[in-house]
Protein backbone atom coordinates (compact mmCIF):
# COMPACT_ATOMS: atom_id res chain seq x y z
CA UNK A 1 0.00 0.00 0.00
CA UNK A 2 1.41 3.41 -0.78
CA UNK A 3 1.68 5.50 1.91
CA UNK A 4 2.74 9.71 1.54
CA UNK A 5 4.39 11.53 3.93
CA UNK A 6 5.03 15.67 3.51
CA UNK A 7 7.47 17.28 5.88
CA UNK A 8 7.14 19.96 7.17
CA UNK A 9 3.64 20.27 8.50
CA UNK A 10 4.50 23.44 8.47
CA UNK A 11 7.00 26.11 7.62
CA UNK A 12 6.77 30.12 8.00
CA UNK A 13 9.53 32.54 6.06
CA UNK A 14 10.31 35.66 5.81
CA UNK A 15 9.45 37.15 2.13
CA UNK A 16 12.66 36.39 -0.33
CA UNK A 17 13.54 33.09 1.31
CA UNK A 18 13.38 30.28 -0.96
CA UNK A 19 11.07 27.50 0.31
CA UNK A 20 11.65 23.80 0.19
CA UNK A 21 9.13 21.35 0.78
CA UNK A 22 9.17 17.16 0.99
CA UNK A 23 7.58 14.63 -0.04
CA UNK A 24 8.43 10.87 0.20
CA UNK A 25 6.41 7.80 -0.89
CA UNK A 26 6.78 4.21 -0.05
CA UNK A 27 6.46 2.50 -3.51
CA UNK A 28 8.45 3.57 -6.22
CA UNK A 29 5.98 2.02 -8.68
CA UNK A 30 4.55 5.32 -9.52
CA UNK A 31 2.54 6.48 -12.77
CA UNK A 32 3.83 10.72 -11.93
CA UNK A 33 3.67 12.69 -9.06
CA UNK A 34 1.83 15.58 -8.46
CA UNK A 35 2.34 18.66 -6.53
CA UNK A 36 -1.23 21.02 -6.03
CA UNK A 37 -1.64 24.15 -4.31
CA UNK A 38 -4.61 24.19 -1.93
CA UNK A 39 -5.76 27.94 -0.81
CA UNK A 40 -7.86 28.52 2.62
CA UNK A 41 -11.84 27.23 1.75
CA UNK A 42 -10.93 26.41 -2.09
CA UNK A 43 -10.45 23.55 -4.46
CA UNK A 44 -6.66 21.76 -5.33
CA UNK A 45 -5.05 23.60 -8.31
CA UNK A 46 -2.36 21.75 -10.01
CA UNK A 47 0.76 23.31 -9.80
CA UNK A 48 3.70 20.79 -11.46
CA UNK A 49 3.02 17.01 -12.77
CA UNK A 50 6.53 15.01 -13.47
CA UNK A 51 6.38 12.21 -15.24
CA UNK A 52 7.80 8.93 -13.34
CA UNK A 53 10.81 9.06 -16.38
CA UNK A 54 11.44 12.65 -15.86
CA UNK A 55 13.88 14.18 -13.10
CA UNK A 56 12.97 17.27 -12.71
CA UNK A 57 9.79 19.21 -13.95
CA UNK A 58 9.98 23.64 -14.25
CA UNK A 59 7.15 25.99 -14.05
CA UNK A 60 8.35 29.61 -13.29
CA UNK A 61 9.32 30.27 -9.86
CA UNK A 62 8.75 26.36 -9.12
CA UNK A 63 10.87 23.50 -9.77
CA UNK A 64 9.79 19.69 -8.51
CA UNK A 65 12.68 16.76 -8.54
CA UNK A 66 12.01 13.49 -8.12
CA UNK A 67 13.98 10.42 -7.12
CA UNK A 68 11.70 7.13 -8.31
CA UNK A 69 14.90 5.58 -6.49
CA UNK A 70 14.89 6.83 -3.03
CA UNK A 71 10.71 7.80 -3.10
CA UNK A 72 11.45 11.24 -2.79
CA UNK A 73 10.08 14.15 -4.34
CA UNK A 74 11.22 17.98 -3.70
CA UNK A 75 8.98 21.59 -4.42
CA UNK A 76 11.25 24.29 -4.30
CA UNK A 77 9.42 28.00 -4.37
CA UNK A 78 12.06 30.48 -5.50
CA UNK A 79 12.03 34.30 -3.88
CA UNK A 80 9.02 33.33 -2.32
CA UNK A 81 6.08 35.93 -1.63
CA UNK A 82 2.67 36.36 0.49
CA UNK A 83 0.77 35.49 -1.95
CA UNK A 84 2.46 31.82 -1.87
CA UNK A 85 0.90 31.35 1.62
CA UNK A 86 -1.17 27.96 1.20
CA UNK A 87 -0.74 24.37 2.04
CA UNK A 88 0.95 22.70 -0.68
CA UNK A 89 -0.12 18.53 -1.38
CA UNK A 90 1.60 16.26 -3.30
CA UNK A 91 -0.26 13.19 -4.85
CA UNK A 92 0.62 9.84 -6.18
CA UNK A 93 -1.42 7.71 -8.91
CA UNK A 94 -0.51 3.87 -9.33
CA UNK A 95 -1.10 3.04 -13.44
CA UNK A 96 -4.79 2.79 -11.76
CA UNK A 97 -6.23 4.05 -8.79
CA UNK A 98 -6.92 6.70 -6.80
CA UNK A 99 -4.58 9.45 -6.30
CA UNK A 100 -2.83 8.89 -3.01
CA UNK A 101 -2.23 12.25 -1.03
CA UNK A 102 0.44 13.22 1.53
CA UNK A 103 -1.24 15.62 4.43
CA UNK A 104 0.55 18.64 2.90
CA UNK A 105 2.62 21.09 4.12
CA UNK A 106 1.04 24.42 5.06
CA UNK A 107 3.07 27.34 3.77
CA UNK A 108 3.14 31.24 5.15
CA UNK A 109 5.30 33.83 3.93
CA UNK A 110 5.63 36.58 5.88
CA UNK A 111 5.80 40.51 4.84
CA UNK B 1 -15.90 23.02 -20.29
CA UNK B 2 -12.82 24.51 -19.46
CA UNK B 3 -12.16 22.84 -16.37
CA UNK B 4 -14.50 20.80 -13.25
CA UNK B 5 -17.62 22.40 -12.63
CA UNK B 6 -18.99 20.99 -8.90
CA UNK B 7 -22.68 22.28 -8.24
CA UNK B 8 -24.36 23.20 -6.02
CA UNK B 9 -21.02 25.51 -4.36
CA UNK B 10 -22.57 25.35 -1.10
CA UNK B 11 -25.37 23.29 0.46
CA UNK B 12 -27.56 22.95 4.27
CA UNK B 13 -29.48 20.96 4.65
CA UNK B 14 -31.05 19.45 7.58
CA UNK B 15 -30.09 16.40 9.66
CA UNK B 16 -31.62 13.50 8.37
CA UNK B 17 -32.49 14.46 4.98
CA UNK B 18 -30.98 13.23 1.22
CA UNK B 19 -28.56 15.30 -0.83
CA UNK B 20 -27.39 14.98 -4.33
CA UNK B 21 -23.87 16.15 -5.04
CA UNK B 22 -22.98 16.91 -9.13
CA UNK B 23 -19.49 16.51 -11.18
CA UNK B 24 -18.88 17.66 -14.20
CA UNK B 25 -15.80 16.38 -15.48
CA UNK B 26 -13.24 17.95 -18.00
CA UNK B 27 -14.46 16.72 -21.52
CA UNK B 28 -12.58 13.53 -23.01
CA UNK B 29 -11.45 12.58 -18.91
CA UNK B 30 -11.98 8.89 -18.49
CA UNK B 31 -11.12 9.07 -14.49
CA UNK B 32 -13.09 10.59 -12.29
CA UNK B 33 -12.50 10.60 -8.45
CA UNK B 34 -14.49 12.15 -5.15
CA UNK B 35 -12.87 12.98 -2.23
CA UNK B 36 -13.94 14.81 1.08
CA UNK B 37 -12.48 17.26 2.65
CA UNK B 38 -13.35 17.87 6.73
CA UNK B 39 -12.15 21.64 8.07
CA UNK B 40 -8.60 21.53 8.96
CA UNK B 41 -8.34 18.29 7.92
CA UNK B 42 -6.37 16.13 5.05
CA UNK B 43 -8.22 15.46 1.56
CA UNK B 44 -9.98 11.83 2.34
CA UNK B 45 -10.76 9.22 -0.60
CA UNK B 46 -14.58 8.59 -1.01
CA UNK B 47 -14.92 6.91 -4.81
CA UNK B 48 -12.45 6.31 -7.98
CA UNK B 49 -14.51 5.84 -12.05
CA UNK B 50 -12.63 4.76 -13.96
CA UNK B 51 -14.43 4.26 -17.77
CA UNK B 52 -16.39 1.35 -18.01
CA UNK B 53 -14.51 -0.61 -15.24
CA UNK B 54 -16.12 -0.84 -11.62
CA UNK B 55 -15.18 1.96 -9.38
CA UNK B 56 -13.25 1.41 -6.17
CA UNK B 57 -15.97 2.19 -3.83
CA UNK B 58 -13.06 1.38 -0.83
CA UNK B 59 -13.52 4.97 0.77
CA UNK B 60 -17.20 5.12 1.03
CA UNK B 61 -18.13 5.21 4.57
CA UNK B 62 -21.35 3.97 5.05
CA UNK B 63 -23.89 2.71 2.84
CA UNK B 64 -25.72 6.04 3.28
CA UNK B 65 -22.72 6.82 0.65
CA UNK B 66 -23.44 6.17 -3.10
CA UNK B 67 -21.85 7.73 -6.22
CA UNK B 68 -23.13 6.86 -10.50
CA UNK B 69 -21.19 7.67 -13.22
CA UNK B 70 -22.48 6.98 -16.83
CA UNK B 71 -19.48 6.36 -18.90
CA UNK B 72 -17.17 9.55 -19.03
CA UNK B 73 -20.18 11.82 -18.32
CA UNK B 74 -21.47 13.59 -15.27
CA UNK B 75 -20.95 12.01 -11.78
CA UNK B 76 -23.43 12.04 -8.68
CA UNK B 77 -22.82 11.54 -5.21
CA UNK B 78 -25.55 11.14 -3.10
CA UNK B 79 -25.40 10.70 0.79
CA UNK B 80 -28.90 9.32 2.12
CA UNK B 81 -30.05 10.37 5.43
CA UNK B 82 -27.36 13.17 6.34
CA UNK B 83 -25.39 13.51 9.80
CA UNK B 84 -23.94 16.50 11.10
CA UNK B 85 -20.21 14.37 10.80
CA UNK B 86 -21.15 14.39 7.01
CA UNK B 87 -20.80 18.40 7.34
CA UNK B 88 -17.12 18.98 4.86
CA UNK B 89 -16.31 20.08 1.77
CA UNK B 90 -16.53 17.36 -0.62
CA UNK B 91 -13.75 17.83 -3.91
CA UNK B 92 -14.30 16.17 -7.23
CA UNK B 93 -11.08 15.56 -9.61
CA UNK B 94 -10.84 13.75 -13.28
CA UNK B 95 -8.08 13.48 -15.23
CA UNK B 96 -7.34 11.58 -18.66
CA UNK B 97 -3.99 9.41 -19.47
CA UNK B 98 -3.18 11.04 -22.52
CA UNK B 99 0.10 10.79 -24.53
CA UNK B 100 0.97 8.77 -20.92
CA UNK B 101 0.69 11.99 -19.09
CA UNK B 102 -1.92 11.35 -16.46
CA UNK B 103 -2.38 15.10 -14.65
CA UNK B 104 -5.99 15.42 -12.40
CA UNK B 105 -7.29 18.74 -12.27
CA UNK B 106 -10.12 19.44 -9.36
CA UNK B 107 -13.14 21.14 -8.80
CA UNK B 108 -14.12 23.89 -6.45
CA UNK B 109 -15.79 21.39 -4.28
CA UNK B 110 -19.38 21.53 -2.58
CA UNK B 111 -19.64 22.94 0.93
CA UNK B 112 -22.32 20.67 2.57
CA UNK B 113 -23.06 21.98 6.02
CA UNK B 114 -25.72 19.54 7.83
CA UNK B 115 -27.70 21.24 10.36
Known amino acids: KQEVTQIPAALSVPEGENLVLNCSFT??????LQWFRQDPGKGLTSLLL?????REQTSGRLNASLDKSSGRSTLYIAASQPGDSATYLCAVPPSWGKLQFGAGTQVVVTP | GAGVSQSPSNKVTEKGKDVELRCDPI?????LYWYRQRLGQGLEFLIYFQGNSAPDKSGLPSDRFSAERTGESVSTLTIQRTQQEDSAVYLCASSSRTGGISEAFFGQGTRLTVV
Open chain 1, 27 to 32: DSAIYN
Open chain 2, 27 to 31: SGHTA
Open chain 1, 50 to 54: IQSSQ
